[in-house]
C-alpha cells in the first residue's frame, strides 16, 4: 500500500501480500482508530490512512464513524453472514 503522489521510500509501506493487510484488518475490535492500528513499520499519519483505506477499499466491510478523532466500524456482523439452511428447507418425513 503506498499513498498517491508519493515520490520517497518513506512514504510507502509494504505487506508481503494482500493477506496480510486482511489479517491485520481482522485483529482489529468492531470500532477502532489509528492507535488501534499496529504493524511493524506503521506509525503516526500512515495509520490513519489505513484507517481510511479501510472504509474506502470495497474488500473490507467497514465505514468512518467519525472523523475526529479518526474512527472507522466494521458494519459486517457475524449474523449478516449467510447460513447454510439447506436442511431447514427440507420437510420432516414421517413413516405411516
Known amino acids: 500500500m503506498s499513498r ?9 509501506k509494504v505487506f ?3 493477506d496480510a493487510v486482511k489479517r491485520l ?3 482489529l475490535p468492531d470500532q477502532f482508530d489509528a492507535s488501534d ?13 489505513m484507517v481510511r483505506h479501510f472504509a474506502e477499499h ?6 468512518i464513524d ?3 478523532p479518526l474512527t472507522a466500524e466494521k458494519t ?4 449478516d453472514e449467510p447460513t447454510d439452511r439447506s436442511d431447514a428447507a427440507q420437510p420432516n418425513a414421517t413413516a405411516d
Open 4 to 12: 498517491r503522489g508519493a515520490d520517497s521510500s518513506g512514504n510507502a
Open 16 to 18: 508481503e501480500s494482500f
Open 25 to 27: 484488518y481482522g485483529r
Open 37 to 49: 492500528v499496529e504493524h511493524t513499520g506503521i506509525t503516526g499519519s500512515r495509520r490513519h490512512m
Open 58 to 63: 470495497p474488500a473490507f466491510d467497514c465505514q
Open 66 to 68: 467519525q472523523r475526529s
Open 76 to 79: 459486517a456482523t457475524e449474523s
